[in-house]
C-alpha cells in the first residue's frame, strides 16, 4: 500500500536519514524503534512532506511520487489520505475539542458543518472524549488532548496514520489511556506506524517491528524476532537498554 | 482680558472639534485600516518565506522604519510632482500613513504570529488544510489577541501623527489651531486646546482598548 525507498534527508550537510526504505501493507502496525536522533520523527515528517527529502520515492497505491520533486497536488493528496499524530498534540488552541477535530473535514474536505459534527462526535465517542467535545485544548489534561489529537487524524478516515512518540510528553499515569485509544484502533484494522518507545505496545499490538540508528534501519521483522531473537548488536544493546531503563522506573 | 480668553477657547474649540472629527478621525482610521492590510501582507510573506517578496518586504521596513514621517510625507506630497506623480494632500497623506503604519505593525504581526504556539500551522498541513487557510482559521485568530495591544497602541500613536500631516496642507485638527493662532495672537492658549483635545481622543481610545481586551478575554488565563 505505502513502499518509501533510498529515502535520503540531509539538514544542511548532516545527512539524517540515508535510505531509508520502508514498507506498509493494509491492516500493519509497524513500529519504529530507535534511540533518540535515530531519525524516526525525520522519517514521518519527510512521508507527510513536512520535510523535503532530497532523494527517494514514495509509492502510495496508486501514486508515485520522487520526493524532491512532489507537487503540490500530490503533496496535498497524500495529506488527505493520511493522518498524523503529534508528540506534542499541536492541538489548534482556538478551537473546541469537536472544532478541532471538524476542522480539517469543513475547510479541507469541504463536508457540510452538520456532517462534519456528526464524524467529529463519532470520533471523540471513540476516543472516550464524548463529554469534553465543547472544551478548548487548555481545559484538558495531556492525555485527553493527545485523544483529541488522535480523533482528529481517524476523522478524515485516513488509509494510515502516523503517530510520533504519542505518548512522551504525557505524564507515565496518562499513558495507559492514549495507549488503550491506539490498540482499539489497531484491533480494528486500522494502518498506524508507531515511533514509540512504549515496548509493552510494541510487544502486543505490532506486527512489524523496525529498528533506526543512526539515519538507517539497522533490522526489522516480527516483534517476536526483534525482541527475542535481534541479529544486529546495535539493536540488541539499544533492547538491553530500555529495558534497563523500564526496571529502574519500575 | 479673562473674558476674552475664556469666549476664544468656547469658540475655537468647535472651530477645531470639527476638522478632528470630519479630518483627523477618518485619516486615522483610515490609513491604519490600510496600514493594517499592508501590514498582514508584509508579515505573511515573511512568514511564508516566499523568496523575492521576502526581500521586499525587509527592504520597504528597512526604509520606512530608517526614515523620519516627516520627510516620508514630503516626499510624497513635494517630491513626488518632480516624477510627474501629482498627488492631493488627503490621498498623499493617506499613503504616507499607511505606509508608516504598515511597517512598523507588520513587526508587530510577524512577532504575534511567531508567538502563536508552532506545530499547529503543520497540523492543519496534516488535516488536508493550505497555508492560507490554516493561517486565516487557525493561526491569525490567535495572532491578533497577541497582537492586539501592540497594534492599538500604534492606533494611539497614529491618531496624533496625523497632526504631523498640517505641513502638507491637509486641514486637520492642528492646521486649523494654528490658522486660529496667527489669527487671534493666543498660541499658548489655543496649542493646550489642541492639545487637550488629542487627550480626550486618545483617552476615549484606551478605553475602547479595554473593552476590545475584555471582549477578547486577553485578561483571563
Ligand atoms: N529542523 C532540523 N534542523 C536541523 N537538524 C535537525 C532538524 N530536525 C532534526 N534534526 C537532526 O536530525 C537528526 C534526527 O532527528 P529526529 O528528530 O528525526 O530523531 P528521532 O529519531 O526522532 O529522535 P528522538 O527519539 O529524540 O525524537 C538529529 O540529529 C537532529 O539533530
Ligand atoms: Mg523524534
Redesign the pocket.
Known amino acids: 500500500m505505502l513502499r518509501v525507498e533510498n529515502l535520503h534527508k540531509f539538514?544542511?550537510a548532516?545527512e539524517?536519514l540515508k535510505g531509508v526504505s520502508l514498507e506498509v501493507d493494509k491492516g500493519d502496525v509497524v513500529v519504529i524503534l530507535?534511540?533518540?536522533?535515530?531519525?524516526?520523527?525525520?522519517?514521518l515528517r519527510s512521508i507527510n512532506f513536512l520535510e523535503t527529502a532530497e532523494q527517494g520515492t514514495l509509492q502510495f497505491d496508486d501514486l508515485h511520487i520522487h520526493f524532491p520533486e512532489a507537487e503540490k497536488k500530490q503533496i496535498r493528496e497524500v495529506r488527505m489520505r493520511t493522518g498524523f499524530v503529534f508528540q506534542n498534540y499541536n492541538l489548534f488552541l482556538n478551537k473546541t475539542a469537536l472544532a478541532n477535530v471538524t476542522e480539517g473535514l469543513i475547510t479541507a474536505r469541504k463536508l457540510p458543518r452538520a456532517e462534519a459534527e456528526q464524524i467529529g462526535r463519532a470520533a471523540l465517542q471513540k476516543v472516550g472524549l464524548g463529554d469534553r467535545m465543547e472544551y478548548y485544548p487548555q481545559q484538558l489534561s495531556g492525555g485527553q488532548q493527545q485523544r483529541v489529537g488522535i480523533a482528529r487524524a481517524i476523522a478524515t478516515n485516513p488509509e494510515v496514520i502516523f503517530f510520533d512518540?504519542p505518548t512522551s510528553a504525557l505524564d507515565p499515569e496518562l499513558i495507559g489511556e492514549v495507549l488503550a485509544v491506539m490498540k482499539k484502533l489497531a484491533r480494528e484494522g486500522t494502518t498506524m506506524v508507531v515511533?514509540t518507545h512504549e515496548m509493552s505496545f510494541a510487544q502486543s499490538v505490532a506486527n512489524k517491528v523496525i529498528f533506526?540508528a543512526g539515519g538507517v534501519v539497522v533490522e526489522e521483522g516480527t516483534p517476536r524476532q526483534i525482541f527475542t531473537a535481534a541479529r544486529e548488536e546495535r539493536t540488541k544493546q539499544f533492547l538491553r537498554r530500555i529495558n534497563r531503563e523500564v526496571e529502574y522506573i519500575i | 482680558m479673562e473674558d476674552r480668553l475664556v469666549t476664544l477657547l468656547l469658540q475655537s474649540f468647535a472651530q477645531i472639534l470639527v476638522p478632528g472629527l470630519l479630518v483627523t478621525i477618518p485619516l486615522t482610521v483610515v490609513s491604519f485600516i490600510l496600514g493594517i492590510l499592508v501590514a498582514l501582507g508584509t508579515a505573511l510573506v515573511q512568514i511564508a518565506e516566499l523568496r523575492g517578496l521576502k526581500q521586499l518586504a525587509r527592504f520597504y521596513v528597512w526604509i520606512v522604519r530608517g526614515t523620519p514621517l516627516l520627510v516620508q510625507l514630503y516626499i510624497i506630497f513635494y517630491g513626488l510632482p518632480n516624477l510627474g506623480i501629482k498627488l492631493d494632500a488627503i490621498p498623499a497623506a493617506i499613503i504616507a500613513f499607511s505606509l508608516n503604519v504598515g511597517a512598523y505593525t507588520s513587526e508587530t504581526l510577524r512577532a504575534a504570529i511567531l508567538a502563536v504556539p508552532g506545530g499547529q500551522l503543520e497540523a492543519g498541513y496534516c488535516v488536508g488544510m493550505s497555508f492560507s487557510q490554516t493561517m486565516r482559521r487557525i493561526i491569525l485568530p490567535q495572532a491578533f489577541k497577541i497582537a492586539f495591544p501592540p497594534l492599538f497602541n500604534s492606533f494611539i500613536s497614529l491618531t496624533k501623527d496625523t497632526s504631523l500631516a498640517a505641513n502638507i496642507t491637509v486641514l486637520e485638527m492642528f492646521m486649523a489651531t494654528q490658522r486660529i493662532a496667527a489669527r487671534t495672537y493666543e498660541p499658548f492658549a489655543l496649542y493646550c486646546e489642541v492639545g487637550f483635545i488629542y487627550l480626550l481622543f486618545c483617552t476615549v481610545l484606551t478605553r475602547l482598548q479595554s473593552y476590545g481586551e475584555r471582549r477578547l478575554s486577553l485578561n483571563k488565563a
Request: aromatic residues 6%; glycine residues 24%.
Open positions: 539538514f544542511g548532516n539524517v530507535g534511540p533518540s536522533g535515530s531519525g524516526k520523527t525525520t522519517l512518540e515511533v533506526m
